[in-house]
């Protein structure tokens, strides 16, 4: 059985030859994207879908949810001032029930960040939230870095559940 992959990123498929590949040709992995907030929080509220490993671009898109569209206008319509994935991995991990994610999507150990944001400004957060998986995007990265940062949090979630 394949490995169950959500990747949040609204540049995923720009990235998608490039970064996805590797992931596709190991056969290992079932990937799913979402490319804004509101498909992600979508994605996690189904039941059926049990995806073992999630990766979150902070800088998202609100898509329709009108409390991530409401964020994003308060922040003067900026994805960098907005960091619509936080509001959204708060949404999952601390407010999961409320917000009808079953349970096993509100694992912080199944979570990852993969964003341009430089971990210091990240860091209170994230260390509220439980999220350990960050890695910053740079211009130049190995093909492989996606199915690395799934293998990391795979070993994380693992090493957590002993």
């Given at each position: 059985?394949k490995?169950?992959v959500l990747?949040i990123?609204d ?5 998608m030859?490039?970064m996805?590949?590797p992931i596709?040709v190991?056969g290992?992995y079932?990937?799913?994207?979402a490319?804004?907030?509101t498909e992600?929080l979508?994605q ?9 490993t999630?990766i979150v671009d902070i800088?998202l ?8 569209q409401k964020i ?13 994935g936080?509001?959204?991995?708060k ?11 079953p349970k096993h999507?509100r694992?912080?150990s ?5 964003t341009v944001?430089?971990?210091?400004e ?5 260390e509220d939230?439980?999220?350990?998986v960050?890695?910053?995007?740079m211009?130049?990265?190995d093909?492989?870095k996606l199915?690395?940062?799934?293998e ?7 090493t957590t559940?002993?």
């Amino acid at each position: 059985m394949k490995h169950k992959v959500l990747w949040i990123e609204d540049g995923a498929f720009a990235e998608m030859q490039n970064m996805s590949a590797p992931i596709y040709v190991s056969g290992k992995y079932d990937l799913v994207i979402a490319i804004d907030a509101t498909e992600g929080l979508q994605q996690l509220r189904q039941e059926a879908k049990q995806f073992e490993t999630i990766i979150v671009d902070i800088r998202l898109p609100p898509g329709t949810d009108p409390e991530f569209q409401k964020i994003y206008k308060d922040r003067n319509e900026s994805r960098t001032a907005s960091k619509l994935g936080l509001a959204l991995l708060k949404r999952v991990l601390k407010e999961g029930e409320r917000n009808k994610i079953p349970k096993h999507h509100r694992e912080a150990s199944k979570f990852g960040i993969f964003t341009v944001e430089g971990y210091t400004e990240l860091q209170a957060e994230l260390e509220d939230l439980e999220v350990k998986v960050y890695h910053q995007k740079m211009e130049l990265y190995d093909r492989s870095k996606l199915r690395d940062i799934i293998e990391e949090i795979r070993t994380q979630n693992l090493t957590t559940k002993r």
